[in-house]
């Protein structure tokens, strides 16, 4: 079968509108077709990755949790784009941690977020075969 | 050329169904495929076949279906999305105890995974949303 | 290997375009359509960006989506290019990927 690498690019916040979730939904499914798959997080995309997230007084289930079950389902490429985070007052400090095993190297715990520059994103999406936008 | 589109916003409000419709038809008029259109997020509106917009304009949902049966393109439209929005096919009403479905011809309800397929299969993929 | 970018959103609204100009590479094309057409414009405040762009990346604007405006194609700056849907499909088909700024 072909592989192709897919790029999924989050550029929302999470809640305001249904796009992060839904966004995540298609990762969820898409593992099972055993693609190449990156995330992208740009622009309001990073808030999406911020810790602490508490949806008690909104009503709505907080789904943040969910990324770190990605590595689960061999979605360990998270990049971040350092450019997003500091134009918004964020430091890496801020984002949860996000990790996954690795089986190529003896199920080492590895972090899945890259922060990368703006530079190295736009190689990243020059990379991808398909691109989701979010 | 092989043509996936998405369509990721609503009718009426955003153009976005628009001119997902206007992009699929210059691209059979060129000579590519559009094998399948993806409806996500609010796109799934554009396949109620129970909205009446006023005769003077144009019907979004009677026009995609009309370009579905002319050309055998596949309208998809996200299961998941769809079932939060109360669009459902006579199986799904049926499913859920519900009294009425609304899914117009040429639409059918599928999962994510024929989002996926699409990327894979097709040469190109185009999204309109908002 | 190049890319169609596409932008939805007027300039004066929001950043997309900006976003967008940030990641294209050299030989990269943008297609302004819907409400995306104003940063075509000649003239605003950011006809500098704008130019600076067109130095590396090609620059579209959907005309179908400019005359609903009842924007002249005069008002465009220079180097903006308009395009029907026709123009529209060749630019998905010569680019190698189509990413959608929405």
Redesign the interface.
């Known amino acids: ?2 592989v ?1 690498n ?1 790029l999924y ?1 989050n ?1 929302k916040a999470p809640y305001g509108t ?2 992060a979730l ?1 966004s995540l ?2 990762v969820l ?2 593992a ?2 055993d ?1 190449d798959v990156s995330l992208a997080f ?2 309001d995309g990073v808030f999406q990755l911020t810790k602490g997230q508490n949806t008690d007084g909104i009503g709505v289930k907080n789904f943040s949790p969910t990324f770190r079950a990605l590595g689960d389902y061999d979605v360990t490429k998270l990049f971040v784009e350092a450019e997003s985070l500091a134009e918004r007052g964020l430091t890496p400090d801020d984002l949860q941690e996000v990790m996954y095993e690795d089986e190529d190297d003896d199920w080492a715990e590895k972090p899945s977020i890259k922060i990368i520059s ?1 530079a190295e ?2 190689d990243v ?2 990379g ?7 | 050329m092989k043509f996936g589109v ?1 369509v ?1 916003e609503g009718p009426y409000t955003h153009q976005a169904a628009d001119s997902a419709y206007l992009f699929v038809k210059a691209a059979l008029e060129a000579g590519h495929e559009v094998p399948r259109v993806f409806f ?2 609010d796109g799934v509106n554009v396949s109620t076949r129970l909205s009446v917009p006023p005769q003077d304009e144009r019907n979004i949902q009677v026009n995609w279906t009309a370009l579905a049966k002319e050309h055998e393109v596949d309208l998809v439209v996200c299961i ?2 769809a079932q939060r929005r109360g669009l459902l096919d006579e199986n799904e009403a049926t499913r859920q105890g519900k009294d009425a479905n609304n899914i117009a011809d040429g639409f059918r309800i599928s ?3 024929q ?3 699409m ?2 299969q097709t040469d190109r ?1 185009v ?1 309109f ?1 908002d | ?1 190049s ?1 169609l970018h596409t932008v939805n959103k007027s300039p004066f609204a929001n ?2 375009l900006i ?1 967008c100009l ?4 050299d030989g990269d094309a943008v297609l302004m359509i819907e409400d995306g057409v104003y940063g075509g414009l000649g003239g605003t405040g950011l006809t500098e960006i704008m130019a600076n762009a067109a130095k590396t990346v090609e620059l579209f604007v959907l005309s179908p989506d400019l005359n609903a405006r009842g924007v002249d194609a005069s008002r465009l700056m220079e180097g903006v290019q308009g395009v029907d849907y026709a123009g529209f499909v060749d630019l998905v088909a010569k680019h190698d ?6």
């Open positions: 079968m072909t192709k897919f690019v550029r249904i796009y839904e939904e298609v499914i898409g099972a077709f693609q740009v622009d703006r994103m736009a999406m020059a991808a075969d398909v691109v989701l936008s979010f | 998405v990721s996500y997020h998941a999305a999962g994510l995974g989002l996926i397929e990327g894979i993929l999204t949303g | 290997m890319t950043q997309t976003s940030g990641h294209c590479k990927r189509t990413q959608n700024w929405l």
